[in-house]
């Protein structure tokens, strides 16, 4: 590695001869997973939300290799997994409600930081992580990770 890159990598797991490396910089979500702020299962509806978002936010411009014959419209602008990716996130927001989707959307999706969630969402200093994890766990319901158990208290 050498001295001028100045990512934040940890050292995950040590085996034999060798070391495993993580960049912390790369999603918001492993930095609060490297500190155990959620737990795994709501860091793996965060990453399937993150992989949903990122699919369907792909460029759907395709280059045209051949000329039309049959004067047809375009057919196939946007390709079949962008509007699965796109159809799945409208099912979440439907699920989670509409403030835990703007949650997952800026932290998920665009890699705010909790600190600037709060900024932006104009929250108190220690309510926006609160609502971070309330909105993984709905998340992680939706997508079937953990079931919601039995409701009815009595």
Same mark, same amino acid.
């Given at each position: 590695?050498?001295?001028?890159?100045?990512?934040?990598?940890?050292?995950?797991?040590?085996?034999?001869?060798?070391?495993?490396?993580?960049?912390?910089?790369?999603?918001?979500l492993?930095?609060? /997973?490297? /500190?155990?702020?959620?737990?795994?299962?709501?860091?793996?509806?965060?990453?399937?939300?993150r992989?949903?978002?990122?699919?369907?936010?792909?460029?759907?411009?395709?280059?045209?290799?051949?000329?039309?014959?049959?004067?047809?419209?375009?057919?196939?602008?946007?390709?079949?997994?962008?509007?699965d990716?796109?159809?799945a996130?409208?099912r979440?927001?439907?699920?989670?409600?509409?403030?835990?989707?703007?949650v997952?959307?800026?932290?998920?999706?665009?890699?705010? @930081?909790?600190s600037?969630l709060?900024?932006?969402?104009?929250?108190?200093?220690?309510?926006g992580?609160?609502?971070? /994890?309330?909105?993984?766990?709905?998340?992680?319901?939706?997508?079937?990770?953990? @079931?919601?158990g039995?409701?009815?208290?009595?």
């Amino acid at each position: 590695m050498k001295p001028e890159d100045k990512r934040d990598i940890q050292p995950v797991l040590k085996q034999g001869s060798y070391v495993m490396v993580m960049n912390l910089r790369e999603c918001s979500l492993d930095t609060l /997973r490297n /500190r155990n702020l959620i737990t795994s299962i709501q860091y793996s509806a965060g990453m399937k939300y993150r992989k949903l978002h990122e699919i369907s936010q792909l460029g759907s411009k395709v280059a045209n290799f051949s000329e039309r014959i049959d004067g047809g419209g375009s057919a196939g602008n946007i390709a079949d997994h962008k509007l699965d990716a796109m159809e799945a996130l409208a099912r979440c927001h439907t699920a989670v409600g509409p403030t835990s989707a703007d949650v997952l959307d800026l932290v998920c999706g665009k890699g705010y @930081s909790i600190s600037d969630l709060n900024r932006i969402m104009k929250w108190s200093k220690n309510y926006g992580g609160h609502r971070l /994890r309330e909105a993984l766990g709905e998340a992680a319901v939706h997508f079937g990770l953990v @079931s919601k158990g039995n409701t009815i208290r009595g």
